[in-house]
């Protein structure tokens, strides 16, 4: 069974950091792109950020580029995602998903990113 458990969000102010992780197990991981998306309140999901299954190749949505880094660790089956310089509307549920368009996620888990001062 597929399972994608993301963690490291929390509160924090604008302009402040977090470091998401998310552990991956139940498929070959370094086998598959991987990407993060998101959740506002009230609001669809969001395509985030995407890597190949290499780690050699990322891609940022508008948004969050130059701000987010994605990377992954294939010994660890574990995707990263460093967020940076964050601001209010960067507040949502993130989730990763074993596909680069954000199609597979598990909502079973998520970790909730709250930037507020």
């Not at 989730?95 to 199609?103: K, L, Q, V």
């Amino acid at each position: 069974e597929v399972q994608l458990v993301e963690s490291g969000g929390g509160l924090v102010q604008p302009g402040g950091s977090l470091r998401l992780s998310c552990a991956a197990s139940g498929f070959t991981f370094s086998s598959y792109g991987m990407s993060w998306v998101r959740q506002a309140p009230g609001k669809g999901l969001e395509w985030v950020s995407a890597i190949n299954s290499g780690g050699g190749t990322t891609y940022y949505a508008h948004s969050v580029k130059g701000r987010f880094t994605i990377s992954r660790d294939n010994t660890k089956n574990t995707l990263y995602l460093q967020m940076n310089s964050l601001k209010p509307e960067d507040t949502a549920v993130y989730y990763c998903a074993n596909d680069m368009s954000g199609r597979n996620i598990d909502r079973r888990h998520g970790t909730q990113v709250t930037v507020s001062s």
